[in-house]
């Protein structure tokens, strides 16, 4: 029973074969003295083949700022990128911004490309009773490997 059960196995896998290159959602964090933290967390967007030894792959990377167990503001970076071959190039970078709580406003945002790296930069403010109380600007960078890893 054993061995047909392998069997099975090794002939579904090589069926129907898994793309174990795709990268999976990871998440980082980031605290803050105060309590508060940011999740940053890696979605795929989209992939698709362009030829026998690279690919192009549009992915984001989101960080979102935590207080009281609740989210204030996030701030997105999608990139488009190449990779293989031994290279990767990030091709256009793209900023989402914005805030979902009482309080908050996004003043600033824009998002850059260099070599193999998206970046997304927001400014938020912490407005209470008309006056600032707290600014925060935080950069999100999504980096590809040659190999396809994102970070």
Same mark, same amino acid.
Request: charged letters at 15%; a positive charge; glycine letters at 4%.
């Given at each position: 029973?054993?061995?047909?059960?392998?069997?099975?196995?090794?002939?579904?896998?090589?069926?129907?074969?898994?793309?174990?290159?795709?990268?999976?959602?990871?998440?980082?964090?980031?605290?803050?003295?105060?309590?508060?933290?940011?999740?940053?967390?890696?979605?795929?967007?989209?992939?698709?083949?362009?030829?026998?030894?690279?690919?192009?792959?549009? !992915? @984001?990377?989101?960080?979102?700022?935590?207080?009281? =167990? &609740?989210?204030?503001?996030?701030? %997105?970076? *999608?990139?488009?990128? /190449?990779?293989?071959?031994?290279?990767?190039?990030?091709?256009?970078?793209?900023?989402?911004? !914005? @805030?979902?709580?009482?309080?908050?406003?996004?003043? =600033? &945002?824009?998002?850059?490309?260099? %070599?193999? *790296?998206?970046?997304? /930069?927001?400014?938020?403010?912490?407005?209470?009773?008309?006056?600032?109380?707290?600014?925060?600007?935080?950069?999100?960078?999504?980096?590809?490997?040659?190999?396809?890893?994102?970070?």
């Amino acid at each position: 029973m054993k061995k047909i059960l392998s069997f099975i196995i090794i002939l579904s896998l090589a069926l129907f074969p898994i793309d174990v290159s795709a990268a999976t959602s990871s998440d980082e964090i980031e605290y803050f003295s105060n309590g508060d933290y940011i999740i940053f967390t890696i979605e795929d967007e989209s992939s698709n083949s362009i030829q026998p030894y690279s690919k192009t792959v549009t !992915k @984001s990377k989101t960080g979102r700022y935590i207080h009281n =167990n &609740s989210v204030q503001w996030y701030v %997105k970076v *999608t990139g488009t990128f /190449t990779y293989g071959s031994g290279t990767s190039k990030c091709t256009s970078s793209s900023v989402s911004a !914005k @805030s979902s709580a009482d309080g908050w406003k996004i003043v =600033n &945002s824009s998002a850059s490309k260099s %070599k193999n *790296t998206a970046s997304a /930069t927001a400014t938020a403010k912490h407005y209470y009773n008309n006056s600032v109380i707290d600014t925060v600007t935080r950069t999100v960078k999504l980096t590809c490997s040659s190999t396809g890893k994102f970070s």
